[in-house]
């Protein structure tokens, strides 16, 4: 039987680890031990167990609903099930039984009825289950969580909390409204499948959970109440992980659920918890098969989309429910087109939905080929992939393909053009020999490299293969997720990325971040603002966004995991702008029409001042800025009162009249109704720019609005663009014992110097500069990072790390070198026939070759000078002091390549490589129209050898 396991329980582990509490063999001390933990627990994490408990109780009354509704064959209101299902099962007639369905038969709809009735609605689906010898329902039937949570729910509905203001009485949690708007219009051979949805969506719960758990060791003095043959529980002398120790049992269930009726309840702000929007009801529709034609092993491209006729399609508001995949992306022809020159929109759009996720998908993560239907497809071309052609370019492919199904063959040919690591196929791992691999093996020697942590495989008993056959394969391919049916998991951790746990984390691996960073300027705003909420769900104050897009005029709300669950039209200011709104004439209250672009966050609720009362009928949220100040005029509301002729603006079948307001966001009040629902103040508010150049981008670990314009001045002032952070991060460099074996044939033959003391040092400057060069230079921490990456690569290519024999003679014979330099100038004059010599007797120096330390750091670090870059600590200083001063050259010269169309184009992921010519002295590269002579940083040895050395230390950033 599969049980559900709190989320508090990693809350629990904390105290246990910080108070040195030890869970005792006595049963009675070790429930007072949990007892006094519980009252301990951070606020937040309470809320995320209201939230996760009110999802389970929500399925599990759908469950019985529907259950119920298989019975009979039809669907009834959900009070009337509940009625039905106590007039069949149920026979007691006291007074307290009479009572409670009497309040709940005068009031179905309200949440202290259902309240009321709960336990003995439970008391008849486990004699249903009974009847039926099938304990797999448990996990399905309402038990003493349940009931406590409905209990809360009634406690809300009657507080003072709530009874002062109605409006915000609606938007509690109301389980019984959300069951049956949920199946309104279920057909009833659709209901099984609703039900296997549920079953299946209750397990996941529960499954996430035992992860997280078991990826902690439990305290050693941890032991386990196992059920005895009475039905009581004892102590075991075994110890065991967490996981496993905290099945949900009634004692435990008793002493958390008292905890929050008794700490808790009474604090307001947990009310935000339980609103709705902040759950929803999954609902599975039949699966009806798409009108696609099936294509031919000939045909080089998929077949598109059957069409039938061009129809003006209506503007309606949709509420979407569905999953989140995998293929996530809202938007594939972005990337599809971004992706290679020439391709156009149109030509895309009627291709199935599916090739072109995987489409997508393929160009987010920088692959060759995709799979769609067992073909193989190319991403440069979008046509199938000739399997011959292939076998001839990667012949491994021969043997691996022998006797192997088309559905293998795809598998195993895009592993290999993809050049994969490691791979699924027939539920096995294979490496990109063929070889079958363990993953448990795979998963344990990560953790020992990666988190310093041992495992053994018994600590992975009752894991779904499944699950460590992804995370293997991803820890194999370096890929920072994977994931597993609809969820999608963090591959170092192992945790559901929508888990709180996650934000536990201190130094997280900046080399993956870097990364996705560069993946991230790939994709559209929208599938940006979507990816970074599903990465940083955990550490969000609200589960809810919205995304406004002027260009559309419509305004979309989003779950953290990537479900769209609201989107209609809005009204937008007249004048097309990302300049902020502000008013011109305050005293006539004349604005400047615009919708100024930015990421904001909703602020407070006007809704008692008489004037917004009267204008709007309250229904305004005011928006605050990055800095958290309100903004003077920018705000979202219902379409004032005294402007009702707007409302004929919405649902017209076109938007571009949505363009009349003075600014401000306007909904019809219906709508604004539901987004006050759903969302409340600290909610994002994405507002998308319009103008070329402006653009949110991820930077610092967080979004940030910015341009690629240069705008300065009383200009830059106009607009809503993000701060510079220069909040300071500390890093941990770890270095890959690699680095030193590579160089070791050459040390032992040559005697050449030890790169040890070198690397060490050299990184450990790294680390305790940090602080110091991002205040000098104004460097924020992503600037800082990558140039440390470039300065240790830098170091790599010039001096071996300190081993280059040429090194010491050089450093050792300075004036020879200067004479030498100016003889070869002077030879290079007399074949020029001039008598005028130049000779500069500046040489490059120490372990990176620098040929002038920057005036900056000589004046902050005196100690720092030529003869002494021999040594790393120096080197790495003058090193990333020279880096941020030539960075600020090159982002001026790719400034003015994109403003007038010369030079090499270099993009915002791109730009770090492209130091390197600046480094050189190469600048005509990155200047020259001459296409011949441009800068290819993909085809230079020098850049090649700098990026293979770069990815011998890995950074860690604290966050």
Not at 318 to 331: E, G, L, M, R, Y
Not at 545 to 556: T, V
């Amino acid at each position: 039987m599969r049980t559900f396991i709190h989320p508090l329980i990693w809350g629990l582990f904390i105290h246990f680890i910080l108070m040195g509490t030890a869970i005792s063999q006595d049963k009675e001390a070790c429930l007072k031990a949990l007892s006094e933990t519980f009252h301990q627990l951070p606020r937040e994490q309470v809320n995320e167990f209201l939230k996760i408990q009110g999802e389970i109780t929500l399925n599990r009354l759908s469950w019985a609903y529907l259950k119920k509704a298989g019975e009979t064959g039809k669907l009834e209101k959900f009070e009337t099930a509940i009625l039905q299902l106590l007039d069949e099962k149920y026979t007691r007639t006291d007074d307290e039984f009479i009572a409670a369905r009497t309040a709940f038969e005068s009031r179905p709809l309200s949440r202290e009825g259902l309240a009321r009735i709960s336990p003995y609605l439970s008391e008849v689906m486990k004699a249903q289950n009974a009847d039926q010898k099938n304990s797999e329902n448990d996990a399905f039937l309402i038990n003493i969580s349940d009931m406590k949570m409905l209990d809360i729910l009634a406690q809300f509905e009657t507080s003072d909390i709530l009874s002062a203001n109605h409006s915000s009485a609606n938007s509690i949690l109301n389980f019984s409204k959300i069951v049956n708007s949920s199946y309104a219009g279920l057909t009833t051979d659709e209901i099984p499948a609703n039900i296997s949805f549920i079953e299946d969506h209750l397990q996941d719960l529960n499954t996430d959970l035992i992860h997280i758990l078991n990826e902690m060791p439990a305290p050693s003095a941890c032991v386990e109440f196992k059920k005895d043959g009475e039905g009581e529980y004892e102590c075991s002398d075994e110890p065991m992980q967490l996981g496993d120790l905290f099945k949900q049992n009634k004692e435990i269930q008793d002493l958390l659920m008292q905890m929050l009726e008794s700490d808790y309840l009474s604090d307001q702000k947990l009310y935000y918890g339980l609103k709705y929007g902040e759950i929803w009801q999954k609902v599975k529709k039949k699966n009806r098969p798409k009108e696609t034609t099936s294509s031919s092993s000939s045909t080089p491209h998929p077949v598109k989309k059957k069409t039938s006729g061009t129809t003006k399609k209506k503007t309606t508001k949709t509420a979407v429910k569905n999953d989140p995949s995998q293929d996530w992306f809202q938007d594939p022809l972005h990337l599809i087109v971004n992706d290679k020159k020439g391709r156009k929109a149109e030509s895309w759009k009627t291709f199935d939905k599916d090739y072109l996720e995987a489409f997508a998908k393929a160009i987010y993560n920088d692959e060759k080929v995709f799979i769609i239907k067992d073909k193989v497809y190319d991403r440069a071309t979008g046509k199938m992939v000739n399997l011959e052609a292939a076998k001839k370019k990667f012949p491994a492919l021969g043997s691996l393909l022998k006797g192997k199904s088309s559905q293998d063959q795809a598998v195993i040919v895009e592993a290999i053009m993809n050049n994969k690591k490691g791979f699924q196929l027939g539920g096995s791992l294979y490496n990109n020999k063929g070889q079958k691999v363990d993953p448990l093996a795979i998963i344990i020697e990560n953790r020992k490299t990666e988190l310093k942590v041992n495992r053994t495989p018994a600590d992975y008993k009752g894991m779904s293969r499944p699950y460590l056959l992804a995370q293997a394969e991803a820890m194999m391919n370096k890929e920072s997720t994977f994931w597993v049916g609809k969820k999608q998991y963090d591959t170092s951790t192992g945790r559901d990325k929508l888990s709180p746990f996650l934000s536990t984390k201190k130094y997280e691996n900046y080399d993956q971040y870097e990364k996705e960073k560069r993946k991230s300027f790939k994709l559209s705003q929208v599938d940006l603002i979507r990816k970074y909420h599903l990465d940083h769900a955990a550490k969000m104050s609200c589960d809810k966004y919205a995304i406004i897009d002027k260009n559309s005029s419509r305004i979309q709300i989003y779950q953290s995991n990537g479900n769209k669950i609201y989107d209609v039209e809005v009204l937008l200011g007249a004048v097309k702008s990302d300049e902020r709104t502000k008013f011109l004439n305050y005293d006539l209250k004349q604005s400047n029409r615009t919708t100024g672009a930015g990421i904001f966050t909703l602020g407070e609720i006007r809704s008692q001042d008489p004037y917004y009362s009267e204008t709007y009928g309250g229904n305004l949220y005011t928006l605050n800025n990055e800095s958290g100040a309100e903004e003077k005029v920018l705000a979202i509301h219902q379409v004032p009162t005294n402007l009702k002729s707007r409302n004929r603006l919405f649902n017209d079948g076109d938007p571009s009249n949505n363009r009349t307001t003075g600014g401000c966001i306007n909904l019809k009040k219906s709508d604004f109704e539901h987004l006050r629902n759903v969302m409340g103040p600290g909610c994002k508010i994405y507002v998308l720019p319009e103008e070329a150049g402006n653009q949110i981008i991820l930077k610092n670990d967080k979004l940030n609005f910015t341009t690629d314009n240069k705008v300065n001045g009383e200009k830059l002032n106009n607009y809503s663009f993000s701060a510079k952070d220069k909040n300071y991060r500390p890093i941990k460099v770890d270095i890959n014992p690699q680095v030193y074996k590579d160089f070791e044939k050459d040390i032992l033959e040559k005697r050449l110097t030890d790169p040890k003391p070198f690397v060490t040092n050299f990184t450990r400057a790294l680390e305790d500069e940090k602080k110091t060069i991002m205040s000098l230079y104004n460097l924020d921490n992503d600037d800082y990072n990558e140039l440390s990456k470039l300065a240790f690569g830098i170091m790599g290519q010039e001096s071996a790390f300190g081993t280059h024999a040429k090194l010491w003679t050089k450093e050792t014979n300075q004036g020879v070198i200067s004479t030498l330099k100016c003889a070869k100038e002077a030879l290079r004059s007399l074949k020029k026939l001039s008598v005028h010599v130049e000779c500069d007797e500046k040489n490059s120096r120490g372990l990176t070759q620098i040929k002038q330390i920057p005036d900056k750091i000589k004046a902050k670090y005196p100690e720092v000078t030529e003869a002494r870059l021999i040594r790393p600590r120096e080197s790495a200083i003058a090193t990333v002091g020279f880096l941020a001063e030539i960075m600020v050259e090159l982002k001026a010269i790719v400034a003015k390549n994109k403003q007038d169309g010369s030079g090499v184009q270099v993009s915002r992921a791109e730009m770090m490589d492209y130091m390197i010519y600046l480094y050189n002295g190469s600048r005509y590269k990155l200047k020259t129209d001459d296409k011949s002579k441009q800068a290819t940083p993909q085809d230079n040895i020098y850049f090649k050898n700098t990026k293979k050395y770069s990815a011998y230390i890995t950074l860690r950033e604290y966050r």
